[in-house]
């Protein structure tokens, strides 16, 4: 699965693609939960913009998309 991200804030809108790919380690319903690997994206996407990527330079993304952390294992 891939997605397709259009940000409309900046003067033309701009588009790129993102393929989320889960880890070897991930449970298989990881690669179907579609609400996981949306918010995943989004945050990778507003992490590469806070870090001086532009969306109008193309670019690959391939991100890798593991388990979501438990908060136990955060606190423990």
């Known amino acids: 699965m891939a997605y397709s991200v259009l940000f409309t804030p900046y003067h033309s809108p701009a588009k790129c693609f993102v393929k989320p790919t889960p880890t070897d380690d991930a449970?298989?319903?990881?690669?179907?939960?579609?609400?996981?690997?949306a918010r995943t994206v989004r945050q990778y996407l507003n992490d590469q913009i806070e870090a001086g990527w532009q969306p109008?330079?193309?670019?690959?993304?391939?991100i890798y998309?593991?388990?979501p952390p438990h908060p136990e294992a955060e606190n423990g």
């Open 56 to 62: 109008e330079e193309e670019r690959e993304h391939v």
């Open 27 to 37: 449970t298989p319903g990881i690669s179907e939960d579609q609400e996981y690997q």
């Open 65 to 67: 998309t593991g388990n």
